[in-house]
């Protein structure tokens, strides 16, 4: 029986342990003087993305979601494919970012802290470059209809106060429980000059630091997602064939994706294509 298998026994963990954004491990950093207020210049811009955001929903198969930073609160959730199939409600009362982390599977929760504080920290270390930086982590979130779906979460800020820091964090939640191994954990934060990459190991417990793509990794799966086969690749870049098939099964392992397939619609979302 696996693991991951909900147990209501299994202990929460409560949410003023744990705040939702990553960018609020660097508060005194990355926090804004006021949250949003009505008449704000950022409330009504995004208030009129609105329309957008409903067909990235509805297009893209994926939850969004708006996170007022300095506020510490959801603000907007449209699901218009029923991806998730939680009522909007429970995301945006005064205690929706407490629900939202109740539905991270508990086996998750020590690997999602960790990644929280790698995160943070990296993002302190790129000032430059943080409101331009894209957080992607998958774990198991629980649906409404109480089965766990691995979901990919994706964070980007998308408005800044007068000194640069975030004021709102946009989030999109999509489904990649066909493309990963359910026992996996990658968090991979780019922008557009670097990129870094961990996994998380469940046996020792603590995230490890990824090497990213080499030239003949990427160049690889470049190949792949072109459609080329190992035996077409090996001719391009002048390797073996047993060289490209190693290549292949370390992108896998470093990507904990089930197939190839998976692997190379996994790397377009993420931004390792």
Same mark, same amino acid.
């Given at each position: 029986?696996?693991?991951?298998?909900?147990?209501?026994?299994?202990?929460?963990?409560?949410?003023?342990?744990?705040?939702?954004?990553?960018?609020?491990?660097?508060?005194?950093?990355?926090?804004?003087?006021?949250?949003?207020?009505?008449? !704000?210049?950022?409330?009504?811009?995004?208030?009129?993305?609105?329309?957008?955001?409903?067909?990235?929903?509805?297009?893209? &198969? =994926?939850?969004?979601?708006?996170?007022?930073?300095?506020?510490?609160?959801?603000?907007?959730?449209?699901?218009?494919?029923?991806?998730?199939?939680?009522?909007?409600?429970?995301?945006?009362?005064?205690?929706?970012?407490?629900?939202?982390?109740? !539905?991270?599977?508990?086996?998750?929760?020590?690997?999602?802290?960790? +990644?929280?504080?790698?995160?943070?920290?990296?993002?302190?270390?790129?000032?430059?470059?943080?409101?331009?930086?894209?957080?992607?982590?998958?774990?198991?979130?629980?649906?409404?209809?109480?089965?766990?779906?691995?979901?990919?979460?994706?964070?980007? +800020?998308?408005?800044?106060?007068?000194?640069?820091?975030? =004021?709102?964090?946009?989030?999109?939640?999509?489904?990649?429980?066909?493309?990963?191994?359910?026992?996996?954990?990658?968090?991979?934060?780019?922008?557009?000059?670097?990129?870094?990459?961990?996994?998380?190991?469940?046996?020792?417990?603590?995230?490890?630091?990824?090497?990213?793509?080499?030239?003949?990794?990427?160049?690889?799966?470049? +190949?792949?997602?072109?459609?080329?086969?190992?035996? &077409?690749?090996?001719?391009?870049?002048?390797?073996?064939?047993?060289? =490209?098939?190693?290549?292949?099964?370390?992108?896998?392992?470093?990507? !904990?994706?089930?197939?190839?397939?998976?692997?190379?619609?996994?790397?377009?979302?993420?931004?390792?294509?």
């Amino acid at each position: 029986m696996s693991i991951f298998l909900y147990s209501p026994k299994t202990p929460t963990m409560p949410f003023e342990n744990f705040p939702y954004s990553f960018y609020n491990i660097a508060l005194h950093t990355y926090k804004p003087k006021t949250a949003l207020k009505s008449g !704000n210049t950022q409330t009504e811009k995004w208030k009129a993305w609105i329309p957008l955001l409903e067909q990235v929903s509805l297009q893209s &198969c =994926v939850q969004v979601l708006l996170w007022d930073v300095a506020a510490n609160k959801f603000i907007y959730q449209v699901d218009k494919r029923n991806i998730i199939g939680h009522h909007a409600g429970l995301y945006l009362a005064h205690d929706g970012a407490a629900f939202c982390v109740s !539905n991270f599977h508990p086996h998750f929760f020590t690997a999602i802290r960790q +990644c929280r504080t790698t995160g943070g920290e990296y993002l302190l270390q790129i000032q430059q470059d943080a409101c331009n930086a894209i957080l992607n982590v998958d774990f198991l979130y629980r649906r409404s209809t109480g089965s766990y779906m691995h979901c990919l979460l994706q964070g980007k +800020c998308i408005a800044a106060d007068e000194d640069g820091d975030p =004021v709102l964090i946009l989030y999109y939640q999509r489904d990649i429980t066909h493309l990963k191994k359910e026992k996996t954990l990658n968090l991979v934060i780019t922008t557009p000059t670097r990129m870094q990459w961990w996994n998380y190991d469940f046996n020792g417990n603590y995230l490890e630091r990824v090497q990213p793509l080499s030239k003949q990794e990427r160049k690889i799966l470049t +190949c792949l997602a072109d459609g080329q086969s190992s035996a &077409c690749i090996a001719k391009k870049l002048f390797i073996s064939l047993h060289t =490209v098939n190693t290549h292949r099964r370390h992108l896998l392992h470093k990507t !904990n994706c089930t197939d190839t397939t998976g692997m190379i619609t996994y790397a377009k979302l993420v931004g390792l294509l």
